[in-house]
């Protein structure tokens, strides 16, 4: 999560706690003029309705550690176990509330069952009058994860990008050394492109996965018609097909279009045809396909990409798409490839509404098909 969407994201929280609190204190005081002190008196009908109006697992506790009003979301955490507190460690933070006067914040973290992970609560405890404590409680496991995921980014970044900045100075250390042998340095200066052209694929990789990763809202959606998606995807990839002897075949289809990005699906097209060419041996087939689909009231426009080549394990097919997942490293690394490709491919299926599988046999062979929305001529899709 961008820093400043979190600074925005806290200091909305805080306001809604502050309002919160300043509502029920007044509502408590107004009631106090009209009517002697009553244990329960805070747990009113307005009071049950701000509680429960709020997105947050919120409930009020009164002064004999009893539960008094509680809204849905608390429910659902396990806050609340008909009129006791849920948890404990929260209970324990309302009679520390309760007796010092301050507000407290802890974590919760709450079991699910076995094989699913633990859900992280953060709570609030805000002492009101009477005894009665406020209890505000955010689920923070989605958070949690979104900040593994951008640890596990990093320490893969840096690992990817240690090998071809490695390669180079070593490579540049290389050429100092050989000065004085013209045909050593020019031995190295190819390597050391090959290199640099490695390190720049790479970065643009990750340039282009943390965009799409964004959710840019500046998707340009036009018709695009898929013939030209196609011709272009090939046309990236017959140099790398060229090198290693690969033969690149299409099969004519009736004309198909989508509503999308047509740079970002040619990317998708290409990496799925430049990721068969990496994974077949020379002298192999990698064949591009065009065909329509319809499933109950949808039209969708399949593109298969299909290869001749190692093929994937069925327990590896699953992890194919995650990032910097590579089936063959070595074959990956001669071939150039970054493990992003595929990322990349399921990132922009998603961004169009739809979706990429694939269909793999280890010595026979893989087929990607990616599945897009159709459009029709009437702008229907």
Avoid: C
Avoid at 218 to 246: C, N, P, Q
Wanted: charged share 25%; aromatic share 4%; net charge negative.
């Amino acid at each position: 999560m961008p820093p400043v969407f979190a600074g925005l994201i806290g200091a909305a929280t805080t306001l809604l706690l502050v309002v919160l609190v300043l509502t029920i204190r007044r509502t408590v005081a107004s009631r106090q003029q009209l009517t002697a002190p009553r244990a329960g008196s805070i747990a009113s009908t307005d009071m049950s309705r701000v509680v429960g109006a709020l997105r947050a697992g919120t409930m009020l506790v009164g002064s004999h550690d009893e539960v008094l009003t509680t809204n849905q979301t608390a429910l659902a955490m396990g806050l609340a176990r008909g009129t006791r507190v849920g948890f404990p460690e929260l209970l324990e933070l309302v009679r520390r509330a309760r007796i010092s006067g301050e507000i407290f914040r802890g974590h919760i973290e709450r079991e699910r069952e076995p094989g699913s992970e633990a859900v992280q609560l953060t709570g609030r405890v805000v002492p009101l009058e009477d005894g009665v404590v406020l209890v505000i409680t955010e689920d923070e496991s989605a958070t949690q994860r979104v900040e593994a995921v951008r640890r596990d980014f990093v320490a893969n970044v840096s690992h990817e990008l240690k090998t071809p900045v490695g390669a180079i100075g070593i490579l540049a250390e290389a050429v100092e050394a050989a000065s004085d042998d013209p045909e050593a340095v020019s031995r190295f200066a190819s390597r050391l492109q090959v290199e640099s052209a490695r390190l720049a694929e790479l970065v643009g990789q990750i340039i282009e996965l943390s965009r799409l990763q964004a959710a840019d809202p500046s998707l340009t959606l036009d018709v695009v018609d898929i013939e030209d998606v196609i011709d272009e995807a090939l046309g990236r990839s017959r140099e790398a097909a060229h090198k290693r002897s690969v033969v690149l075949t299409r099969t004519q289809a009736q004309p198909a279009q989508v509503l999308g990005d047509q740079w970002q699906l040619t990317d998708a097209v290409a990496n799925l045809v430049q990721n068969a060419i990496s994974y077949s041996g020379h002298q192999a087939r990698v064949s591009v396909s065009v065909s329509s689909v319809t499933t109950g009231d949808d039209e969708f426009v399949d593109i298969k990409v299909s290869d001749n080549g190692i093929g994937i394990a069925p327990d590896e097919q699953e992890r194919i798409f995650e990032r910097f997942y590579r089936v063959d490293y070595g074959r990956s690394r001669e071939s150039g490839g970054t493990g992003l490709g595929l990322a990349i491919v399921r990132h922009i299926a998603s961004s169009h509404g739809g979706t990429i599988s694939v269909w793999s046999r280890p010595r026979q062979g893989s087929t990607f098909t990616l599945r897009l929305p159709s459009h029709t001529k009437e702008g229907n899709s």
